[in-house]
């Protein structure tokens, strides 16, 4: 199926009974996220608002709700896409299975943005104050765009095919933007318009910006596909729609013909505002700071149009299925960019960037004793390939040790890992390096440091599985668990420096740990152990390898820290973490009328 525009989506979506309409007037203040939140985390359907308060405009969520629905969506052009970028990575495939590329050219061809005169998106404007204000979080700084496609030329080469069509927090309301004149564009480290705006800044100029909401589903994923720096995302969002992506030229800016919306403006010199905080797909609100501004021109929309929305926050969210989606287009692109390199996996469940697993090939000096050494080579690779370098904890294994382990399997991945791990020798830290600009386990925005954790050869220690009859848990340690063998996770009062070295010099005092490998301290042990999910998201996005990870009997020789005993990764809530998300009771009270009979939402939340 290839859809003309969003609305095309919704009404095929409809007829197959993947999305329902909610006919009751709904606040975008904080009521429309609470609604999707519910629906998405009971898997239910894509969601259409009818009648948005104060808005003209009708709006749509949770279309990528699930596996399946994306599934649907993109059942006509997601294999051939899969299939182009396979000879991307192995041409000798068309060789090999010449029949199962005979349309490739076909969906090439598609990839050639189209020129017109004329579109859609001219047929009425409005103004910024008119959109659909959407607030998810009780403490965001206003309302916020978040499924934005921004598009930017590179000053320095304006070809369309150079261009960048990315996904960055809009904020059109709040704080100190004048009223339907500014809106604030947060961008975090390593995207593509930071390209284009220091080459703007460089001459001096204005950067002209285009904003398009809607249109194909096809235009919203491939505004966050991890294209190389050069390569228009523009030529995947025409692969992936089945139809060449088709542009106007006006009054010096691009428009997507097709598009339900677009917001045309230029980023304004030298002049920034504070944007934020605002609820992120971390779990936590990202602090208010200054950011760049957006001088509106136009807003431009088409007949009917409708609003895209999504709800970021703790993951899994509807985000987690462009994670899911990136990962089988460009999946297969991995080892022919990193030779050596046999899978990646970025865990969905730690925010993403946080933590990394990979299993590379260990084949240096096959006649003597197997330790890191290939891997190690690989895994400074990993870190300088595009949004991997944000990764801060990369977890990387040999696939010779157990053939058939799965990455995407993170539990056992993790007891291989520990099972084989020297922590004597298989921890390596970059300090003051670049994270995700939404993480503020480090000392500054932007910046923390990395940890490579190395698992290579035979086992060298039988995991832990259940404590100990006499298991003696130093003060002022509590409340022991082990979420999966080998690790084990303590309850720490709160987090002061005093406090840590009176915890590990008690830890330090046990002689025998047996199979443990790891000790997590955490603020709620018990939350933490209660599943999988909890101990990666509490554990990696709470830490900061440089400053948190300690161990038992650690030492430092020649600038390299090890310990003797087990790691320690200090997880707890610390004075400068942002403040974790939680929702407006009364707005919780307030939804719970679209679950009456005969309403909209009945039967569904």
Known sequence: ????????????????????????????????????????????????????????????????????????????????????????????????????????????????????????????QTKIDQLPQIHSWPNDGGAFITLPQVFTRDPHNPSLMKSNLGMYRIQVSGNRYKVNEEVGMHYQIHRGIGIHHAAAIEKGEPLKVSIFVGGSPAHTLAAVLPCPEGLSELTFAGALSGKRFRYIEKDGHTLSADADFCITGSIIPNYTLPEGPFGDHLGYYSLQHPFPVLSVDKVYHREGAIWPFTVVGRPPQEDSIFGHLIHELVGPLVPSEIPGVHALHAVDAAGVHP???????????????????????????????????????????????????????????????????????????????????????????????????????????????????????????????????????????????????????GLDSIENWGGTALIVLTDDSAFTAESLDNLLWVTFTRSDPAKDVHGVRAFTKNKHWGCRGPLIIDARIKAHHAPILEEDLETIDSISRLRKEGASLHGII
């Open 1 to 124: 199926m290839h859809y003309d525009s969003l609305a095309s989506c919704v009404k095929d979506l409809e007829e197959n009974k993947h999305l329902i309409r909610i006919r009751e007037t709904v606040d975008p203040h904080l009521e429309m996220a609470a609604i999707h939140r519910r629906v998405h985390n009971n898997g239910g359907p894509a969601l259409l608002f009818e009648s948005v308060k104060n808005s003209p405009f009708p709006a749509v969520s949770n279309l990528f709700g699930t596996k399946e629905r994306a599934a649907f969506i993109f059942r006509s052009t997601l294999d051939p896409l899969k299939r182009l970028i396979e000879l991307k990575a192995d041409p000798t495939q068309l060789l090999r299975s010449p029949f199962r590329h005979l349309k490739t050219p076909f969906t090439a061809l598609k990839m050639l943005p189209k020129k017109q005169r004329t579109g859609a998106i001219l047929q009425g």
């Open 355 to 505: 933590l990394l697993l990979a299993m590379g090939s260990e084949r240096y000096t096959p006649y003597a004793e197997r330790r890191p050494q290939e891997i190690l080579t690989i895994a400074n690779a990993i870190l300088g390939f595009g949004q991997c370098s944000l990764a801060k904890y990369l977890i990387i294994g040999a696939q010779e040790d157990q053939k058939n382990l799965k990455i995407e399997n993170i539990s056992e991945f993790l007891q291989h890992i520990l099972e084989r791990a020297d922590w004597t020798r298989d921890l390596h830290f970059q300090t003051r390096s670049t994270i995700d600009t939404l993480d503020y386990s480090g000392d500054a925005l932007n910046e923390g440091s990395k940890l490579v954790i190395c698992g290579v050869g035979k086992p060298r220690r039988k995991l832990i599985q259940v404590l100990p009859n006499k298991f003696s848990i130093p003060y002022p340690l509590r409340k022991a668990y082990i979420p999966i063998p080998g690790i084990i996770v303590l309850e720490a009062p709160k987090h002061s420096e005093e406090g840590l070295q009176e915890i590990i010099e």
